[in-house]
């Protein structure tokens, strides 16, 4: 089974300028999600897709940040204009389902993650 | 009070030895937990996730569970220096800790 795909792996932008992520899920996963990963911190949550919905996007700067999920599969992570506070790794993961307690899957698998450097 | 606190280590132990990571939550509505193991510039992957208070055991990984005290800790048994990472705790309301780091050491 293939795992989450992301393009691309590695990212140098200018502040103000603009970049785009790819994510592909797990075959069959509803649930999508974007997470920020600042270096020695944990993932922090962007946005939450469930099928072609959002979940959960409270956590999404959307002054600058934007995403969709238009066809309930792959989706793309949008920062416009960068800052230098967006130098981070961002994650995509995917799980079967959400929403459930006490279920695996829930369970999410991640990606390899764009690592994104603004100067 | 941040959602979900782990210490940040490093924790240090020497190889063959029992590491206990701990991971404290604020929030009492949540009901399951993962703990994800992220070697250095990797992703996270997944280790364990417990749902019951008590005891879940898989292989060397043993996960405890405590809601009424607000913890879920993990215990790596016969620890290996392939273990050394950042060990990432997160509640099904997809808040994660910072990480403790785990160095073992022949």
């Known amino acids: 089974e293939a795992g989450v795909a992301q393009s691309p792996r590695y990212k140098i932008i200018e502040k103000r300028q603009s970049v785009a992520f790819w994510c592909n899920p797990i075959?069959?996963?509803?649930?999508l999600y974007w997470y920020q990963q600042i270096l020695g911190q944990g993932p922090k949550l962007l946005i939450q897709?469930?099928?072609?919905?959002?979940?959960?996007d409270s956590q999404l700067p959307k002054d600058r940040f934007s995403a969709e999920r238009l066809k309930g599969v792959d989706s793309t992570l949008k920062i416009q204009p960068a800052k230098l506070e967006d130098s981070a790794v961002y994650l995509c993961?995917?799980?079967?389902?959400?929403?459930?307690?006490?279920?695996?899957?829930?369970?999410?698998?991640f990606g390899p993650g764009t690592r994104l450097t603004v100067l | 009070q941040k959602e979900v606190e782990q210490n940040s280590g490093p924790l240090s132990v020497p190889e063959g030895a029992i590491a206990s990571l701990n991971c404290t939550y604020s929030?009492?509505?949540?009901?399951?937990f993962f703990w994800y193991r992220q070697y250095s510039g990797k992703s996270p992957e997944l280790i364990m996730f417990i749902y019951s208070n008590g005891d879940k055991e898989d292989g060397r990984f043993t996960a405890q569970l405590n809601k009424a005290s607000q913890y879920v800790s993990l215990l790596i048994r016969d620890s290996q220096p392939s273990d050394s990472a950042t060990y990432l705790c997160?509640?099904?309301?997809?808040?994660f800790g910072a990480g403790t780091r785990l160095a073992v050491h022949p």
């Open positions: 075959s069959g996963h509803a649930t």
């Open positions: 997160a509640g099904n309301k997809l808040i």
């Open positions: 993961a995917s799980s079967l389902q959400t929403g459930g307690v006490r279920k695996s899957t829930d369970t999410q698998y």
């Open positions: 929030d009492r509505g949540s009901q399951s």
């Open positions: 897709f469930q099928n072609n919905g959002v979940v959960d």
